[in-house]
């Protein structure tokens, strides 16, 4: 006879789980207890979404699920940002919840919450167990459903007498869908099609995002567009799928996109999407996306097609699949010379990451930090101006080299997300930049980093204000920078001190010689090896604004590449 709880964690360790994340309370106390002798470990964080974020980080750098437990009711709420969070970034994840007792749910017991109906419309699955009976189903069926197809969240409630109660318990079970009508195809001859579409063609580009990453695909897409020899360019979460040396690679595309990725996607006559979402940080106005193209959009997700404006073609599938079936058929045909188009796209001026930029001090170092990484290493970045810098400037081949949240962009996710990445990787350099503002939001989990003797390097860019509203408010908004304020921060490298973490700062004097000292050289040489963790408070100016911009409403031709006011 078994336990519910003794269930899980077997169940858990059946679906490969040696390492969770969470937080404990009432209604999940009885899996606590039985973690001893399971053969997991468990990382205690120092708050629910901490364990969710860190779980996350874990589940982006190696592509495995990751596991989040927390107890009901504000345990359970305080996972829901990062459930959604992997649900807009397609991340594998499952979180745990326990339940107050099967006889008082719906009679708003204490710590009760509706976790099922919360999370619905956050996950790609999600079940209240009723029966310990429904349990090893449960965690199989979970599991599944967050790997399979386009990646995401599950959420599995349990009530506590159900991890109380016992059973006989013959092993875990293996999830099997049921059969079901083949998803959406495109037709048999999509590869004739596409290579029709390239021969009529003139200015086709390829736009790359994390479907390449998350399909396992990046060889087949590399082999695909060193054929092709178009320009191209990718999402922030494409970064790193495409070396950044190839000579046909314009960057990163969009709001904060270069200037040769958004001209030469607003010129196109043909868009190869492979696994983009096409959201609006990526498009621009809607209506004037590429407004000359004709568009063949590679996507798993049927759902996630027609979203800007009807494709022409639609290749539903997995890309480790349907790029190699691209590739043969393209081998058999000569592909037509684009050189000129090439040249005119990827052309030095127009390839130049914002000129005007590149004297900032907070640009400068963040090209001196990331020239000085070790070649082995992972660079997470939080939300706001800082991310953009480090999208913009991010120079690296690893696919999963450049982790963030994108299509939630959460505050607050990089330091305990990157708690997961050093757990996952504990022989890379895992560089965390934030803003001092998202920081402060998790900045509980430096005490994780101690803890743990993580020896994560944290970067917070201190420009004393929400950086990225107050930028709006400038530009828009007559600088009325309402509530954007904060140059009453506290001394983070004090902070850091009192959680026994070795801190220091830098100011922007330091980034005005070229080449920068010897002195501060050594200064950041030592921060990015040292085995400790470590925090650098880098003082930014507080009126830095990040170039180029596409204003709301505008199409991605219309970026500002300066401080130009619009109404």
Not at 89 to 99: E, N, R
Not at 128 to 150: H, K, Q
Not at 453 to 466: A, E, Q, T
Not at 507 to 512: K, P
């Amino acid at each position: 006879m078994l336990k519910g709880a003794d269930i899980v964690l077997q169940c858990l360790r059946a679906e490969g789980v040696e390492l969770v994340f969470g937080y404990p309370g009432g209604a999940i106390m009885p899996l606590y207890d039985a973690l001893e002798g399971s053969g997991i470990r468990h990382i205690l964080t120092r708050h629910e979404q901490g364990a969710v974020f860190a779980a996350e980080g874990y589940a982006r750098v190696t592509g495995e699920v990751g596991v989040a437990m927390a107890t009901s009711g504000p345990g359970a709420t305080n996972l829901v940002t990062g459930i959604a969070d992997a649900k807009m970034d397609s991340v594998p994840l499952v979180c745990i919840t326990g339940q107050v007792r099967s006889a008082l749910i719906g009679t708003d017991a204490f710590q009760e919450t509706d976790v099922f109906g919360v999370t619905l419309s956050l996950t790609k699955w999600s079940r209240l167990v009723r029966t310990i009976d429904e349990i090893p189903e449960a965690i199989a069926e979970g599991f599944y459903w967050a790997r399979s197809g386009r990646p995401g969240p599950v959420v599995i409630d349990i009530p506590t007498d159900m991890l109380k109660a016992k059973k006989e318990f013959s092993g875990p079970v293996k999830f099997t869908p049921h059969a079901r009508p083949a998803d959406a195809q495109a037709e048999g001859g999509f590869t004739d099609t596409i290579v029709a579409l390239l021969q009529q063609s003139s200015k086709p580009v390829a736009l790359v995002g994390a479907g390449a990453k998350l399909s396992g695909a990046i060889p087949e897409l590399r082999r695909l567009l060193d054929h092709l020899n178009v320009p191209t360019f990718a999402t922030v979460h494409g970064l790193g799928a495409v070396p950044p040396q190839a000579p046909y690679y314009l960057g990163m595309v969009g709001m904060h996109g270069t200037r040769a990725a958004n001209t030469a996607l607003s010129e196109t006559d043909l868009l190869m999407v492979f696994g983009a979402r096409l959201d609006d940080r990526v498009t621009g106005e809607p209506t004037r996306f590429a407004p000359h193209a004709k568009i063949v959009h590679f996507e798993i997700d049927p759902a996630q097609l027609d979203r800007v404006r009807p494709c022409d073609l639609p290749v539903i599938g997995n890309l480790a699949d349907t790029i190699p079936a691209f590739q043969a058929e393209l081998r058999r045909h000569t592909v037509p010379d684009f050189s000129k188009w090439r040249s005119v796209a990827c052309g030095a001026e127009r390839a130049e990451l914002d000129p005007r930029g590149l004297a900032q001090p907070t640009i400068r170092f963040l090209d001196e930090l990331f020239s000085r990484l070790p070649e082995n290493n992972v660079v997470l970045a939080d939300v706001g101006q800082h991310q953009m810098w480090a999208a913009q400037r991010y120079r690296s081949s690893s696919p999963r080299g450049f982790i963030t949240s994108g299509g939630l962009g959460a505050m607050g996710f990089a330091l305990p997300a990157a708690v997961g990445v050093q757990l996952a990787k504990p022989d890379t350099c895992v560089l965390c930049v934030s803003g001092d503002g998202g920081f402060q939001m998790n900045i509980q989990e430096l005490a994780t980093v101690h803890r743990l003797g993580l020896p994560v390097k944290m970067v917070i860019i201190d420009n004393k204000y929400l950086g990225m509203v107050r930028q709006w408010q400038q530009l828009f908004y007559q600088r009325n920078y309402a509530e954007t304020d904060l140059s009453d921060n506290p001394d983070f490298v004090e902070i850091a001190k009192a959680y026994k973490i070795h801190s220091f700062r830098l100011n922007e004097d330091a980034m005005r010689e070229f080449p920068v000292s010897q002195d501060t050289g050594d200064q950041i040489d030592r921060f990015l090896r040292s085995p400790e963790p470590e925090l650098l408070v880098f003082d930014c100016a507080p009126e830095a604004n990040v170039f180029p911009m596409v204003p709301a409403g505008a199409a991605l031709s219309e970026m500002l590449l300066e401080e130009e006011p619009t109404q």
